[in-house]
């Protein structure tokens, strides 16, 4: 069987597994490739990205074998090319970890330790990839590298030494053996994609209550579109483009540069205005399978001593919906260009350090300051810059200037006794979107719907369709104030059809001509 068979056949198969009787479309983002494009074929399917899941427990790097003795069996870099004298940021030609440094050249990888100032040497790599790689991304115990055609190769065990590094083509469900995936960016040399892989012990939700993490996530993160649309492809998730991390300002915010570390992103648009976002597949309350969550109040509860306990035992704080939103950051009072970067910088999501290249009183280097800290501070590096000084980042936020278009999809539709929900400018990748409750008497009172992705293991179409999505959440009416006396009829609308909760937790199974509220029995068509 030849290359293309052998990779179709293997498509077909696990497709065919998983899709088994449930009569579903393959959507176009994993239809089977041309014959011009498709995964290198040396590439090995199976690495111990496979062999060893991030279950509990688990997602701790292996240790290495012989210590920083193992780079120096890598072959020397090739005389002639040439090396930055240290790594600073991360981007789509160089990264770093706590162990390793990591060039790209003439389509090939070069590594030496960490801040070692070392010899450059050669990585290991397949014979069709070595020489092939046009970007790449690492982010703690994985670096994910691109061919022309977008197809990507992974690398794990970046935290080990080189004797325990090992490549797969493989990425997707089920469980990391779908046979290959695209970055989802439209510009693969550009940098509007990262791969990040969250290996912290504990988060901060919403709501402030702190959650143990015992299990590492993985997820490739992508600008698409005009760049207000983000994408991340899990690879226990279908890779079908369907999961999006909605983007700043109702999803109107235009990203032209973005970083990823351990499921923090960090945008910049181009007058240099940036939002940073803890958001992931279990953060969003998508995955129930580690995950307790809640959209209620949840009062003072403590913190579990690990994720099981948190997820069976209920005296402990289960992770508060909706997730953290984005948090715009501070301008930078100096030159930058669109060369951002982040990493992780302790232990837990929100340690992660933020760097922009730039220039300050004449000396080139970089901007730099922790996620939550309020001021930036410049180290000088003296190494050229690589990008174009932004022709316009003055100190004032400029975030609005350029703004993508609203969502066209509106609804509005009969909810239970002669009441009306009204939502506009509906787009089902945000977890808020404001909404008009009308009482039979016409008023109207301002709440909320917030929504999550639910966990798909079939795929489907990226946005809406005529394929219902599946969203989880909840009708918040706090925000109208129903227990004001003047507002009586609203809170006999809680009382009598809300079951005497504010906070009202609804499915919504959204089309792009209706939505189906549940359990209200209510449709909302188009308007």
Same mark, same amino acid.
């Given at each position: 069987?030849?290359?293309?068979?052998?990779?179709? !056949?293997?498509?077909?198969?696990?497709?065919?597994?998983?899709? /088994?009787?449930?009569?579903t479309t393959i959507p176009a983002a994993i239809a089977e490739p041309d014959a011009q494009?498709?995964?290198?074929?040396?590439?090995?399917?199976?690495?111990?990205?496979?062999?060893?899941?991030?279950?509990?427990?688990?997602?701790?790097?292996?240790?290495?074998?012989?210590? $920083?003795? +193992?780079?120096?069996?890598?072959?020397? @870099? $090739? &005389?002639?090319?040439?090396? $930055?004298?240290?790594?600073?940021?991360?981007?789509?030609?160089?990264?770093?970890?706590?162990?390793?440094?990591?060039?790209?050249?003439?389509? !090939?990888?070069?590594?030496?330790?960490?801040?070692?100032?070392?010899?450059?040497?050669?990585? !290991?790599?397949?014979?069709?990839?070595?020489?092939?790689?046009?970007?790449?991304?690492?982010?703690?115990? *994985?670096?994910? @590298?691109? =061919?022309?055609?977008?197809?990507?190769?992974?690398?794990?065990?970046?935290?080990?030494?080189?004797?325990?590094?090992?490549?797969?083509?493989?990425?997707?469900?089920?469980?990391?053996?779908?046979?290959?995936?695209?970055?989802? /960016?439209?510009?693969?040399?550009?940098?509007?994609?990262?791969?990040?892989?969250?290996?912290?012990?504990?988060?901060?939700? /919403?709501?402030?209550?702190?959650?143990?993490?015992?299990?590492?996530?993985?997820?490739?993160?992508?600008?698409?579109?005009?760049?207000?649309?983000?994408?991340?492809?899990?690879?226990?998730?279908?890779?079908?483009?369907?999961? +999006?991390?909605?983007?700043?300002?109702?999803?109107?915010?235009?990203?032209?540069?973005?970083?990823?570390?351990?499921?923090?992103?960090?945008?910049?648009?181009?007058?240099?205005? *940036?939002?940073?976002?803890?958001?992931?597949?279990? *953060? &969003?309350?998508?995955?129930?399978?580690?995950?307790?969550?809640?959209?209620?109040?949840?009062?003072?509860?403590?913190?579990?001593?690990?994720?099981?306990?948190?997820?069976?035992?209920?005296?402990?704080?289960?992770?508060?919906?909706? @997730?953290?939103?984005?948090?715009?950051? $501070?301008?930078?009072?100096?030159?930058?260009?669109?060369?951002?970067?982040?990493?992780?910088?302790?232990?837990?999501?929100?340690?992660?350090?933020?760097?922009? +290249?730039?220039?300050?009183?004449?000396?080139?280097?970089?901007?730099?300051? %922790?996620? !939550?800290?309020?001021?930036?501070?410049?180290?000088?590096?003296?190494?050229?810059?690589?990008?174009?000084?932004?022709?316009?980042?003055?100190?004032?936020?400029?975030?609005?200037?350029?703004?993508?278009?609203?969502?066209?999809?509106?609804?509005?539709?009969?909810?239970?006794?002669?009441?009306?929900?009204?939502?506009?400018?509906?787009?089902?990748?945000?977890?808020?979107?404001?909404?008009?409750?009308?009482?039979?008497?016409?008023?109207?009172?301002?709440?909320?719907?917030?929504?999550?992705?639910?966990?798909?293991?079939?795929?489907?179409?990226?946005?809406?369709?005529?394929?219902?999505?599946?969203?989880?959440? /909840?009708?918040?009416?706090?925000?109208? %104030?129903?227990?004001?006396?003047?507002?009586?009829?609203?809170?006999?609308?809680?009382?009598?059809?809300?079951?005497?909760?504010?906070?009202?937790?609804?499915?919504?199974?959204?089309? =792009?001509?209706?939505?189906?509220?549940?359990?209200?029995?209510?449709?909302?068509?188009?308007?």
């Amino acid at each position: 069987m030849n290359g293309r068979s052998a990779f179709g !056949a293997r498509m077909v198969f696990v497709l065919g597994c998983v899709l /088994a009787g449930a009569g579903t479309t393959i959507p176009a983002a994993i239809a089977e490739p041309d014959a011009q494009s498709r995964p290198l074929g040396c590439v090995p399917e199976i690495g111990t990205l496979q062999l060893i899941p991030p279950l509990p427990g688990l997602f701790l790097p292996l240790p290495s074998i012989k210590g $920083p003795s +193992e780079f120096d069996d890598l072959p020397a @870099a $090739p &005389a002639g090319l040439e090396f $930055p004298p240290s790594i600073e940021l991360r981007d789509i030609t160089q990264g770093f970890n706590d162990v390793v440094e990591v060039v790209l050249r003439d389509g !090939a990888l070069y590594a030496r330790p960490r801040n070692s100032g070392g010899p450059w040497r050669a990585v !290991a790599a397949p014979d069709c990839l070595n020489g092939q790689i046009v970007a790449m991304s690492l982010n703690n115990n *994985m670096l994910v @590298a691109a =061919d022309a055609n977008g197809w990507i190769y992974s690398l794990d065990n970046l935290l080990s030494g080189p004797m325990l590094w090992n490549w797969t083509y493989s990425y997707g469900a089920p469980i990391w053996l779908w046979p290959g995936d695209r970055v989802a /960016a439209a510009d693969r040399n550009a940098q509007t994609w990262a791969i990040s892989h969250r290996m912290s012990t504990s988060f901060d939700d /919403a709501q402030g209550y702190r959650h143990p993490t015992t299990a590492g996530l993985v997820e490739l993160v992508s600008l698409t579109g005009d760049g207000s649309r983000i994408v991340y492809q899990d690879p226990w998730l279908p890779p079908d483009r369907s999961y +999006e991390i909605g983007g700043p300002l109702n999803g109107r915010f235009i990203s032209e540069s973005l970083s990823v570390s351990g499921s923090v992103t960090f945008v910049m648009n181009r007058y240099g205005d *940036m939002f940073t976002r803890k958001y992931d597949l279990d *953060m &969003a309350g998508s995955n129930h399978i580690p995950g307790r969550y809640t959209w209620q109040e949840q009062g003072p509860k403590p913190s579990a001593p690990n994720q099981l306990v948190e997820r069976v035992d209920p005296q402990y704080a289960a992770i508060s919906l909706p @997730a953290q939103d984005w948090i715009a950051q $501070p301008k930078i009072p100096g030159d930058i260009t669109g060369r951002l970067s982040i990493h992780d910088s302790g232990p837990a999501v929100e340690n992660r350090e933020l760097r922009v +290249e730039g220039r300050h009183n004449g000396a080139t280097g970089y901007w730099f300051k %922790d996620l !939550a800290a309020p001021d930036w501070q410049f180290t000088v590096t003296n190494q050229p810059l690589q990008q174009p000084v932004l022709a316009a980042n003055p100190n004032i936020d400029q975030s609005s200037l350029t703004l993508a278009p609203e969502s066209e999809l509106s609804f509005r539709g009969a909810l239970p006794a002669g009441w009306t929900l009204t939502i506009d400018h509906f787009d089902w990748a945000q977890t808020k979107h404001a909404v008009t409750l009308t009482s039979p008497t016409g008023r109207d009172y301002p709440i909320a719907l917030y929504t999550t992705d639910e966990l798909r293991l079939l795929p489907r179409g990226a946005g809406l369709d005529q394929n219902p999505r599946g969203l989880e959440g /909840a009708l918040d009416l706090r925000p109208a %104030d129903p227990r004001n006396p003047d507002n009586a009829e609203l809170g006999g609308f809680i009382d009598t059809t809300l079951n005497g909760q504010q906070i009202y937790e609804v499915t919504v199974d959204a089309t =792009d001509a209706r939505l189906a509220i549940n359990p209200l029995g209510s449709v909302l068509g188009r308007v």
